[in-house]
């Protein structure tokens, strides 16, 4: 018979305990989420949790390892998280109370997460309300990432206002994000499938598969954070880098109504932020939208924790609304006010802002030589991955030629020194 500890807040542990015990499965104990002791451990052989970054820790996770007891989670939109702790993917909230008890059992069979090959992104293009520049920023820096050969996907998961369609002159009605998530919801999301549903935008740096988003923002309900999630799984797999673009909203305490079983506006921007690798945070270069971003920059780093990388990019940088010193006024506003030391900073570059949109291409496609093009190349060699460092031979620095060890055996002669000048010591 299997031993299970449940560790879910009530009242909600108490009736999953009666119900597991119905199918057989002795129950150790129904504790809280966060409180488990080693003791218990011992006695269980599996143990039931959410999969919730408060609830399932390191410790915990090596406690686990130690005693020999499985882990299962239910809850969704925590993959990255159970990915780096190697565990399974968690149980849908209104799993049947028998898939949960076969997934405690000694028999459940036991399927490892599939592995994430090296180098694999996923870069986020966030940034507060009043139009800093996201969507540009986003399109352009999948252009010079896919550069260096490496496969870049782009995706609209913006529910508020989704413009990528528009700004590439692509098809609006094209399945795009949306039926990757009604697929991946269903099992049947793959690479392939993703290259399927992908629509192929040519450009001066090669193919960037592009997932349009909504064509209408009242469709955000398709954008769940469960379907989005699994969706994101398969993108990690599928491109090596996948730039997606989000709405300017996630809050944080969305929760906190009377339907919590409904479904969430901004919940395709809160899982996109928690899934990322890397999240661009773009600002305008005004006083109202530091400003804005000041608040929010809290709020996102409480949401993504002090492990996500978030690069801060100042857009639109010019004399006229913070006077000649524009630059160091935002890095100092940055940095007493949010603790950002590191900015990058790029031009105001209206004429090549309104060639882009005129073609309906990306800016380096129209405006190749325009400072904001390079400008964003910067930023992209910024956010490259690092290469693989070879060891190097030992002196290589000093020269690792015969010659060079020959001479570095000789004694330094010190300057006025008379052997200097004996040439029979030289020999």
Do not use: K
């Amino acid at each position: 018979m299997t031993s299970a500890l449940i560790a879910l807040s009530e009242p909600r542990g108490t009736d999953f305990a009666a119900e597991l015990e119905r199918t057989g499965i002795r129950i150790v104990a129904v504790t809280e989420p966060g409180t488990v002791s080693a003791a218990q451990l011992d006695d269980a052989d599996a143990i039931i949790l959410p999969a919730t970054r408060a609830a399932l820790s390191a410790d915990l996770v090596a406690a686990c390892d130690r005693a020999g007891v499985r882990i299962v989670t239910l809850g969704a939109g925590e993959s990255r998280l159970l990915s780096r702790y190697g565990l399974p993917e968690a149980l849908s909230e209104d799993a049947d109370i028998w898939q949960i008890a076969d997934a405690l059992s000694d028999e459940a069979p036991r399927t490892a997460p599939p592995a994430v090959p090296q180098h694999r992104r996923i870069v986020a293009v966030w940034g507060p309300h009043g139009a800093p520049g996201r969507s540009t920023v986003a399109i352009q820096l999948a252009l010079e990432l896919s550069r260096s050969g490496r496969r870049c996907a782009l995706i609209d998961a913006d529910t508020v206002a989704p413009s990528m369609a528009l700004l590439l002159g692509l098809d609006d009605d094209a399945p795009g994000i949306a039926a990757a998530c009604r697929r991946a919801e269903l099992g049947g999301l793959d690479g392939a499938e993703l290259s399927r549903i992908a629509t192929p935008l040519e450009t001066s740096a090669g193919t960037i598969d592009v997932l349009a988003g909504l064509n209408r923002p009242t469709r955000w309900p398709e954008l769940t954070a469960g379907r989005l999630s699994a969706a994101l799984s398969v993108c990690r797999e599928w491109a090596e880098e996948t730039v997606i673009d989000v709405s300017a909203a996630f809050d944080s305490y969305e929760e906190v109504s009377d339907d919590l079983t409904g479904p969430r506006r901004h919940a395709a921007t809160t899982t996109v932020l928690r899934d990322a690798d890397v999240i661009v945070a773009v600002t305008a270069a005004d006083p109202l939208s530091i400003s804005r971003f000041l608040r929010d920059h809290a709020e996102l780093r409480a949401l993504v924790g002090p492990t996500v990388r978030i690069v801060v990019v100042a857009n639109q940088v010019r004399t006229g609304p913070l006077g000649i010193d524009a630059r160091g006024q935002i890095r100092r506003a940055l940095e007493r006010f949010a603790g950002v030391t590191d900015v990058v900073f790029l031009p105001f570059d209206q004429r090549a802002a309104d060639a882009a949109l005129l073609h309906a291409r990306p800016m380096a496609d129209v405006t190749p030589r325009s400072a904001l093009v390079s400008a964003v190349r910067n930023l992209a060699e910024r956010l490259a991955p690092e290469p693989v460092r070879t060891r190097v031979t030992a002196g290589s620095r000093r020269g690792s030629s015969r010659v060079s060890r020959l001479l570095r055996r000789v004694p330094a002669v010190p300057a006025g020194s008379p052997r200097g000048s004996d040439p029979e010591w030289a020999s």
